[in-house]
C-alpha cells in the first residue's frame, strides 16, 4: 500500500514512522509513506499556507490554491483507485471495519489540516471522504493520519509476527479483546486463570470467547448494539453475567 501525506510538518509524520509494527512494515515493503508540503506550492516570498477567515472569528484557515495543489501533485504518485482522504473532527468515526475496507486500498493521499480547518472549497474539490478518530479536538490531522496508517499497516500481509493477531485483537469481531496474562503465575495475590494453563485449547478458546463479549457488555455496550450477538456469543454472555452474579453473590 502507497499512502501520501500532505502536512505542513512532515517531521512529525517521518520520525513516528521508524519504529514498531508500522517501522517493520516500511522495511519490509509492505507499505510507502511519501511527504508533500504545501508550502513548496506556494507563489509568495513568506511561503503563506493560511488566511483570515471570511466572517471575522479567531485564528487561521489553510488556503486552497497551496493545498489544493499538494493534494494533486501527491495524487499523481498513487496508483488508480486511491482516495483523497481529510482527517477532520467532522469526518465520519474511523473503526476497525472502515480500517479494514481502507486496507483493500492500493493507496491514498490523508489531507492533515491545522489552524481552524481548511478552506471548505478543497474539502469540495479534492477530498472524497473525511474521517474522525473520535468526538474531540486535537491541533491537527497529523496524529490522526498516524493513527490511520498504523492501523492499516497492521492489516498488511507479513506485518505482524503472527497473522492471527490481526484477527484476533480487540475489536476484530466487533467486540472488545480478552484479558492477557503472563509469569509470575500470582502477583500480589492475583492468580492467572487456571484454564489457561489447563492446556485445553478448546476450554481455553471458550473462555476467551466467553471473556469477550463479556468485557465488551459490561465496558462497552453499545458495540453489541451496532453487531448482534449470534447464538453460541449469546449463550456466551449469560454464562458470563451469571458468573458475575455468582461472584457478587460470594462477596
Known amino acids: 500500500m502507497q499512502i501520501e501525506v500532505v502536512t505542513l510538518f512532515p517531521a512529525l509524520i517521518e520520525d513516528a514512522l521508524r519504529y514498531g509494527v508500522l517501522g517493520r512494515a516500511i ?3 509492505l507499505l510507502s509513506v511519501g ?31 497551496p493545498l489544493c495543489a499538494a493534494i494533486a501533485a501527491a495524487r499523481q504518485r498513487l496508483p488508480a483507485g ?16 472502515r480500517v479494514q475496507q481502507l486496507a483493500s486500498l492500493p493507496g491514498m493521499v490523508l489531507i492533515a489540516g491545522r489552524y481552524e480547518g481548511i478552506d471548505q472549497r478543497v474539502l469540495e474539490l479534492a477530498v472524497d471522504q ?12 497529523e496524529l490522526p493520519a498516524l493513527v490511520l496508517i498504523d492501523a492499516l499497516a ?69 458495540l453489541i448494539g451496532r453487531t448482534p ?11 458470563f453475567l451469571q458468573q458475575q452474579r455468582d ?4 462477596t
Open 35 to 65: 511527504m508533500h508540503d504545501p508550502r513548496a506550492h506556494t507563489q509568495d516570498a513568506h511561503r503563506t499556507v493560511d488566511d483570515r477567515p471570511y466572517g471575522g472569528g479567531p485564528g487561521m484557515v489553510l488556503k486552497p490554491e
Open 82 to 97: 486511491s482516495l483523497r482522504i481529510a482527517l477532520s473532527p467532522q469526518g465520519q468515526l474511523l473503526t476497525q471495519a
Open 154 to 222: 497492521r492489516l498488511q500481509p507479513g506485518a505482524l509476527g503472527d497473522e492471527r493477531s490481526s484477527v484476533e485483537e480487540s475489536f476484530g469481531a466487533g467486540l472488545l479483546d480478552w484479558p492477557h496474562y503472563t509469569r509470575p503465575d500470582v502477583y500480589q495475590g492475583r492468580a492467572v486463570p487456571a484454564v489457561l494453563s489447563s492446556g485445553d485449547h478448546a476450554a481455553i478458546r471458550r473462555w476467551r470467547a466467553t471473556q469477550s463479549v463479556g468485557c465488551t457488555w459490561l465496558r462497552r455496550p453499545e
Open 27 to 29: 522495511e519490509r515493503g
Open 247 to 250: 461472584s457478587a453473590g460470594e
Open 229 to 239: 450477538l449470534d447464538a453460541e456469543r449469546r449463550i456466551l454472555l449469560e454464562e
Open 130 to 141: 473525511e474521517l474522525s478518530i473520535g468526538d474531540y479536538v486535537v491541533s491537527g490531522g
